[in-house]
């Protein structure tokens, strides 16, 4: 079973990590070619093209500047302990157990704009670059353009490494289309979080990526590998729900919260 989660927007490199294990992203050849287009930008650019502030806007021109090669734990940082936002809340990574960060080593995948595909250990640099950015370059328009291929590969590949062909997908819709369905060799399994509230069950978006990341951490401490094992997910007063699932649809409800 592969898992895919999206990346966040907030990072953080200051934390200390519970790991000095480390590994290099497989497509950082790409991710060069990405950091030299985005070198071409102006602050301004960078600004109007992400619609952001001008300071994140200064910022983030400044990480594309200050890229560089080699990977090294001096001037980057793994992937799973990199990013800082609800998803990785619910995955609460600094406190998987050091098995659990084995498997997902093998069965976890933070998809990227400007990596394609990561790896936990991977190292990675600070940047921002979403997968629905608007940035033409060689290969096209926008990102999936550019990425093209690439990570359904990568992930097949993972799949085929790990044994099956079952493919969880907690990513959002914006990094899952880089995914090309048709392409993958492997059923998708997409569980969806759904919270009651004024009577009605409903997908509220930070209640449900907090649950894709807490999701993501049940299959890597059980190390669940059939989909049925999905359904015991009973994490912060989720339950599955048969009736609401259809397929590989799978529907986790939760009663609303006081």
């Excluded at 960078?46 to 502030?53: E, F, P, R």
């Amino acid at each position: 079973m592969l898992v895919v989660v999206s990346p966040a927007k907030n990072l953080d490199f200051e934390s200390p990590l519970p790991t000095d294990s480390y590994t290099q992203p497989e497509l950082l050849d790409e991710a060069k070619k990405l950091i030299e287009r985005c070198r071409e930008l102006s602050p301004a650019q960078v600004g109007s093209l992400m619609n952001i502030s001008d300071k994140l806007a200064m910022l983030n021109a400044q990480r594309f500047n200050e890229f560089a090669t080699p990977f090294t734990p001096s001037n980057s940082r793994p992937a799973m302990y990199a990013f800082n936002g609800d998803v990785y809340t619910g995955l609460d990574a600094y406190n998987l157990s050091p098995k659990a960060v084995d498997y997902a080593q093998q069965h976890f995948r933070i998809l990227s704009g400007l990596y394609g595909v990561l790896r936990p250990l991977d190292l990675m640099q600070a940047y921002r670059l979403e997968m629905g950015t608007k940035l033409d370059n060689s290969q096209g328009k926008d990102l999936y353009q550019f990425w093209g291929s690439l990570i359904t590969s990568k992930l097949n590949k993972a799949m085929a490494d790990q044994g099956d062909n079952v493919l969880v997908n907690l990513a959002s819709n914006e990094y899952f289309k880089a995914v090309k369905k048709k392409e993958l060799d492997g059923a998708i399994v997409t569980p969806q979080f759904k919270d009651k509230k004024n009577g009605t069950y409903k997908v509220i978006s930070f209640y449900a990526k907090k649950a894709r990341g807490m999701m993501a951490r049940f299959i890597l401490e059980n190390q669940i590998d059939e989909v049925e094992g999905l359904h015991k997910f009973d994490v912060a007063g989720y339950y599955f729900s048969e009736e609401q699932s259809s397929g590989n649809d799978l529907v986790f409800l939760r009663e609303e919260q006081s």
